[in-house]
T-cell receptor, first 114, second 115 residues
Framework: ELKVEQNPLFLSMQEGKNYTIYCNYSTTSDRLYWYRQDPGKSLESLFVLLSNGAVKQEGRLMASLDTKARLSTLHITAAVHDLSATYFCAVDTLGGTSYGKLTFGQGTILTVHP | ETGVTQTPRHLVMGMTNKKSLKCEQHLGHNAMYWYKQSAKKPLELMFVYNFKEQTENNSVPSRFSPECPNSSHLFLHLHTLQPEDSALYLC??????????????FGPGTRLTVL
């Protein structure tokens, strides 16, 4: 059974600081997604990472994937209040009838304060 | 606003009621999904449909019955639910398994409360 674990689960950051959220998964996969969820809202796609060494950046967020270590990171640079949200990683189990079967991590609740 | 809509947005039902959740996607996608998001559990995949065919049932109790009449519409029929079924039910769509990235786009969800 695929397991996806994020840490930390709660992150309180000061504006302007940097931090990293980690996503570990237990079995082979070649598609990893990062999503953001604001309170009371739905999930918004941030990044999809397809291969070992993949790096994607959008604004103050940068995601990377190491398939050998089964690890993805979401790095936050110079945090601002608008980044406060819950961040999820999700791993796609591929093959046969399992396409599109995303397994999500528990989510990291990020709060950025002055 | 996303290209995936869900109705109703909020639903309160008794354990003996029958109700349905509706999802519609306007993105031209071929795959649709139902997820359950509870307060204390990670987001759980319930059902997957590809080209109107169900390709995944993640051991969901039979009191939840999905229906996909076409690639744009997805329903979740509910009957004799339990209080522990109270959750946010999210619908998503994607291009389908033939797509390289196959990012799933989520609707706003239906907040379900079972009394």
């Amino acid at each position: 059974e695929l397991k996806v674990e994020q840490n930390p689960l709660f992150l309180s950051m000061q504006e302007g600081k940097n931090y990293t959220i980690y996503c570990n998964y237990s079995t082979t996969s070649d598609r990893l997604y990062w999503y953001r969820q604001d309170p009371g809202k739905s999930l918004e796609s941030l990044f999809v990472l397809l291969s070992n060494g993949a790096v994607k950046q959008e604004g103050r967020l940068m995601a990377s994937l190491d398939t050998k270590a089964r690890l993805s990171t979401l790095h936050i640079t110079a945090a601002v209040h608008d980044l406060s949200a819950t961040y999820f990683c999700a791993v796609d189990t591929l093959g046969g009838t399992s396409y599109g079967k995303l397994t999500f991590g528990q989510g990291t609740i990020l709060t950025v304060h002055p | 606003e996303t290209g995936v809509t869900q109705t109703p947005r909020h639903l309160v039902m008794g354990m003996t009621n029958k109700k349905s959740l509706k999802c519609e996607q306007h993105l031209g996608h071929n795959a649709m999904y139902w997820y359950k998001q509870s307060a204390k559990k990670p987001l759980e995949l319930m059902f997957v449909y590809n080209f109107k065919e169900q390709t995944e049932n993640n051991s969901v109790p039979s009191r939840f019955s999905p229906e996909c009449p076409n690639s744009s519409h997805l329903f979740l029929h509910l009957h004799t639910l339990q209080p522990e079924d109270s959750a946010l039910y999210l619908c998503a769509s994607s291009q389908g398994y033939e797509a390289r990235t196959d990012t799933q786009y989520f609707g706003p969800g239906t907040r379900l409360t079972v009394l």
